[in-house]
């Protein structure tokens, strides 16, 4: 079974930083291509950044600079560094992970940036 957890959200105030962090099981992570996507109040939601197997990242222009997502195939984890926080980054953010079309989401951890 392929479990997708997340953790590492919270409340922080507007230019500070938050590193999020998600594990996975049951899935042969070091050939899957993970992302990290969030969802706003009353928004789709929308892809924030991804990583492939090799290692190739894609970010959304809303955080391009801001925002860095790095994984570790030893602990199958995922990762999102997320600086220079602003009130329009908050959301729900979800850990995605794709294999050869079989898509796994985990149950997303809030992230609140204050102004």
């Known amino acids: 079974q392929v479990q997708l957890v997340e953790s590492g959200g919270g409340l922080v105030q507007a230019g500070g930083s938050l590193r999020l962090s998600c594990a996975a099981s049951?899935?042969?992570?070091?050939?899957?291509?993970m992302g990290w996507y969030r969802q706003a109040p009353g928004k789709q939601r929308e892809l924030v950044a991804g990583?492939?197997?090799?290692?190739?990242?894609n970010y959304a222009d809303s955080v391009k600079g801001r925002f860095t997502i790095s994984r570790t195939n030893a602990n199958t984890r995922v990762y999102l560094q997320m600086n220079s926080l602003k009130p329009e980054d908050t959301a729900v953010y979800y850990c995605?992970?794709?294999?050869?079309?079989?898509?796994?989401w985990g149950q997303g951890t809030q992230v609140t940036v204050s102004s």
């Open positions: 995605n992970a794709n294999l050869q079309g079989f898509v796994y």
């Open positions: 049951g899935i042969i992570f070091s050939i899957s291509t």
């Open positions: 990583i492939t197997s090799g290692g190739a990242t």
